[in-house]
């Protein structure tokens, strides 16, 4: 009656390895560690980055725990911060402007864990240390520059209706286009509003002056705020990456904020260094006939800069094309040659921009150069052998795979849309996140202990089986937010907390179940069998309905509120595991094997 088939105690002494397993990580703890990441998409990280790190620490007579290559950085850990403090200054002076140098925490579990990607679980911003930013965007900006470009899409395409035009002129937030006639306004205005739908057109005349006002549509104007937060958005969440961060927070507060949550990051100043970053692209003619004087001042109207080789080149500061016009950018291979490229897909104003100056400009090099803070690089300079439309262009030179990938993702989304500034900066230390943490493992070892002594008083040897059920409940919760990488947050220790007090009522209504049956004088082997089954219904009701408030907490709450819905929703599902299938399995096994059971030590 009281025994489960011998399959049912594999399972759940699989269930209780893998929970033990993926717990285990939680428990070495972090080391501080310095992290080297390439700066722009011209550098990456390999086995040289590796070897030179490790020989700038060696002859500093430093020694880290570990230096390995992990992605696109080279991670040295450490066995205290000063040792990572110097590490980090030292690479910082050796290195250079080419490199990031951040400071980070890495865990300490054993290689045999990790490869069973065995990991411990993301702790918070309250509970890890690190640093919080709140970010505004300037969305006068971002309209400025929505304006500007319209200005000069409007320009190119009268020129190219071949429609006169006086000049177009911007005044605040309204653009100007001045016609000396009235045919050619109207002519004007009917192209205008066929391809900027997002303006309101208005005719005046003065002084003899024909002219139409252009003033963008509160429509329009919304649109443009949203995607440029969307875009910084975006932007925030690829730099971040080369940070290393694990589960960085980068969300939309309010119709122009960002908040920016950085766990585990100390280095406030690379952190904000970090996050101005921006990069974008420009197409410009090589200046043929003064390369000889590129190594002294360029000429007037024109910029030098480097390339992929080091070699300097001289470029005209005409502007053909900039990375605003870019609409995707994709890394692949040249199907001629087989090498890495980008591909880039331009929109409608730059295909028509990009035709016209490659059919101008036949048989002479054009620069792509690639900038990131305010220095550019040329990526590649080909010779133009035919005029190029459709709005495909293709980038090689000098590239890998990687290279390619990284270049396509700065394109893609490598410039904020409007400028940020930083209004509010907090740093989390280590210290405090500690102190978190050991208040919130106390808060519940002291619950636990609290909880198993009256269950243990009340219920006699049924006691000691629901703390050890409790005891497994809180091994599997720790596991699947390991497995799950789930980030744990003080919110987050509180719903462990409720967990465990949820946790042990259903195995109060079990063996309050079972104490009513003996009461009514049946077989104690027929009282726990009945026990078990009669308080399955109400302890899957109680939980069902818990589990509903818990979802709606995840979908409707954000930030906290989420990490603690999480938490709750898990351990509803472990707590129904542990306090009906191991807490029987633990009962069967002591009771379960005498077929004439005189009585049960359940108070």
Same mark, same amino acid.
């Given at each position: 009656?009281?025994?489960?088939?011998?399959?049912? +105690?594999?399972?759940?002494?699989?269930?209780?390895?893998?929970?033990?397993?993926?717990?285990?990580?939680?428990?070495?703890?972090?080391?501080?560690?310095?992290?080297?990441?390439?700066?722009?998409?011209?550098?990456?990280?390999?086995?040289?980055?590796?070897?030179?790190?490790?020989?700038?620490?060696?002859?500093?007579?430093?020694?880290?725990?570990? $230096?390995?290559?992990?992605?696109?950085?080279?991670?040295?850990?450490?066995?205290?911060?000063?040792?990572?403090? =110097?590490? =980090?200054?030292? %690479?910082?002076?050796?290195?250079?402007?080419? +490199?990031?140098?951040?400071?980070?925490?890495?865990?300490?579990?054993?290689?045999?864990?990790?490869?069973? /990607?065995?990991?411990?679980?993301?702790?918070?911003? @309250?509970?890890?240390?690190?640093?919080?930013?709140?970010?505004?965007?300037?969305?006068?900006?971002?309209?400025?520059?929505?304006?500007?470009?319209?200005?000069?899409?409007?320009?190119?395409? %009268?020129?190219?209706?071949?429609?006169? +035009?006086?000049?177009?002129?911007?005044?605040? @937030?309204?653009?100007?286009?001045?016609?000396?006639?009235?045919?050619?306004?109207?002519?004007?205005e009917a192209e205008i509003s066929q391809r900027f739908t997002d303006y309101a057109l208005n005719d005046k005349e003065e002084g003899g002056v024909f002219l139409f006002q252009a003033t963008l549509k509160p429509e329009a104007v919304h649109r443009i705020q949203e995607s440029a937060v969307q875009? !910084?958005?975006?932007? %925030?969440?690829?730099?971040?990456?080369?940070?290393?961060?694990?589960?960085?927070?980068?969300?939309?507060?309010?119709?122009?904020?960002?908040?920016?949550?950085?766990?585990?990051?100390?280095?406030?100043?690379?952190? =904000?260094?970090?996050?101005?970053?921006?990069?974008?692209?420009?197409?410009?003619?090589?200046?043929?006939?003064?390369?000889?004087?590129?190594?002294?001042?360029?000429?007037?109207?024109?910029?030098?800069?480097r390339d992929r080789s080091g070699k300097l080149m001289l470029v005209k500061k005409q502007v053909i094309l900039t990375g605003d016009r870019i609409n995707d950018a994709q890394p692949g291979f040249d199907s001629r040659t087989n090498e890495a490229a980008v591909h880039i897909n331009l929109d409608?104003?730059?295909?028509?921009?990009? =035709?016209?100056? $490659?059919?101008?400009?036949?048989?002479?090099?054009?620069?792509?150069?690639?900038?990131?803070?305010?220095?550019?690089?040329?990526?590649?300079?080909?010779?133009?052998?035919?005029?190029?439309?459709?709005?495909?262009?293709?980038? $090689?030179?000098?590239?890998?795979?990687?290279?390619?990938? /990284?270049?396509?993702?700065?394109?893609?989304?490598?410039?904020?849309?409007?400028?940020?500034?930083?209004?509010?900066?907090?740093?989390?230390?280590?210290?405090?996140?500690?102190?978190?943490? &050991?208040?919130?493992?106390?808060?519940?070892?002291?619950?636990?202990?609290?909880?198993?002594?009256?269950?243990?008083?009340?219920?006699?040897?049924?006691?000691?089986?629901?703390?050890?059920?409790?005891?497994?409940?809180?091994?599997?919760?720790?596991?699947?937010?390991?497995?799950?990488?789930? &980030?744990? $947050?003080?919110?987050?220790?509180?719903?462990?907390?409720?967990?465990?007090?949820?946790?042990?009522?259903? /195995?109060?209504?079990? !063996?309050?179940?079972?104490?009513?049956?003996?009461? /009514?004088?049946?077989?104690?082997?027929?009282?726990?069998?009945?026990?078990?089954?009669?308080?399955?219904?109400?302890?899957?009701?109680?939980?069902?309905?818990?589990?509903?408030?818990?979802?709606?907490?995840?979908?409707?709450?954000?930030?906290?509120?989420?990490?603690?819905?999480?938490?709750?929703?898990?351990?509803?599902?472990?707590?129904?595991?542990?306090?009906?299938?191991?807490?029987?399995?633990?009962?069967?096994?002591?009771?379960?094997?005498?077929?004439?059971?005189?009585?049960?030590?359940?108070?």
């Amino acid at each position: 009656m009281n025994q489960y088939p011998l399959w049912k +105690y594999l399972l759940i002494l699989a269930v209780l390895v893998v929970g033990v397993i993926y717990t285990l990580p939680n428990f070495y703890g972090e080391s501080p560690a310095v992290q080297v990441s390439p700066m722009h998409a011209g550098l990456k990280a390999d086995n040289a980055l590796l070897g030179r790190v490790e020989s700038i620490l060696k002859a500093a007579s430093l020694s880290p725990e570990l $230096t390995e290559l992990d992605g696109n950085s080279v991670k040295a850990r450490f066995t205290d911060t000063d040792s990572q403090m =110097k590490a =980090k200054d030292l %690479l910082v002076a050796q290195l250079g402007d080419d +490199y990031v140098v951040a400071l980070n925490l890495l865990p300490r579990s054993p290689q045999w864990l990790a490869s069973l /990607n065995a990991l411990p679980m993301y702790l918070g911003l @309250d509970l890890r240390g690190g640093v919080h930013f709140l970010l505004q965007v300037d969305m006068k900006a971002a309209l400025n520059k929505s304006l500007d470009a319209t200005a000069s899409d409007i320009r190119s395409a %009268l020129r190219e209706q071949n429609i006169a +035009y006086s000049g177009v002129s911007r005044d605040g @937030d309204v653009l100007s286009v001045r016609f000396r006639d009235a045919d050619a306004r109207s002519k004007g205005e009917a192209e205008i509003s066929q391809r900027f739908t997002d303006y309101a057109l208005n005719d005046k005349e003065e002084g003899g002056v024909f002219l139409f006002q252009a003033t963008l549509k509160p429509e329009a104007v919304h649109r443009i705020q949203e995607s440029a937060v969307q875009q !910084n958005l975006v932007t %925030l969440r690829n730099r971040v990456n080369e940070l290393g961060v694990a589960e960085p927070v980068i969300q939309q507060q309010g119709p122009d904020r960002v908040v920016v949550q950085l766990p585990g990051v100390q280095d406030t100043a690379r952190a =904000k260094d970090i996050l101005g970053r921006t990069a974008t692209l420009e197409v410009r003619m090589v200046d043929e006939a003064n390369q000889a004087v590129a190594g002294a001042q360029p000429p007037f109207g024109d910029d030098v800069f480097r390339d992929r080789s080091g070699k300097l080149m001289l470029v005209k500061k005409q502007v053909i094309l900039t990375g605003d016009r870019i609409n995707d950018a994709q890394p692949g291979f040249d199907s001629r040659t087989n090498e890495a490229a980008v591909h880039i897909n331009l929109d409608g104003v730059g295909a028509r921009q990009f =035709k016209d100056a $490659t059919r101008e400009n036949v048989g002479k090099r054009m620069a792509i150069i690639l900038f990131e803070k305010g220095k550019g690089e040329i990526v590649t300079a080909p010779v133009i052998r035919e005029e190029i439309g459709g709005g495909r262009v293709q980038i $090689t030179g000098s590239m890998d795979a990687m290279e390619a990938q /990284n270049t396509a993702l700065l394109l893609r989304a490598g410039a904020l849309a409007a400028p940020m500034e930083i209004i509010e900066e907090r740093t989390v230390g280590p210290s405090l996140g500690a102190e978190n943490i &050991t208040r919130g493992f106390d808060s519940t070892k002291i619950g636990f202990i609290m909880v198993a002594i009256f269950m243990i008083a009340y219920y006699l040897m049924f006691g000691v089986i629901s703390v050890l059920s409790l005891g497994a409940n809180l091994l599997l919760l720790i596991a699947l937010l390991s497995m799950l990488q789930a &980030t744990l $947050t003080l919110p987050g220790m509180a719903g462990i907390a409720l967990t465990l007090g949820m946790a042990i009522d259903a /195995n109060v209504l079990i !063996n309050e179940r079972i104490r009513e049956e003996l009461r /009514n004088g049946i077989t104690p082997q027929a009282a726990i069998h009945a026990g078990y089954d009669r308080a399955f219904g109400t302890i899957l009701d109680s939980n069902v309905t818990t589990f509903i408030a818990g979802i709606a907490l995840f979908m409707f709450g954000s930030g906290p509120i989420k990490g603690f819905a999480v938490v709750l929703c898990l351990g509803i599902m472990t707590s129904m595991f542990s306090a009906v299938l191991i807490s029987r399995a633990m009962v069967n096994l002591i009771y379960g094997r005498k077929a004439r059971l005189a009585k049960v030590a359940i108070g």
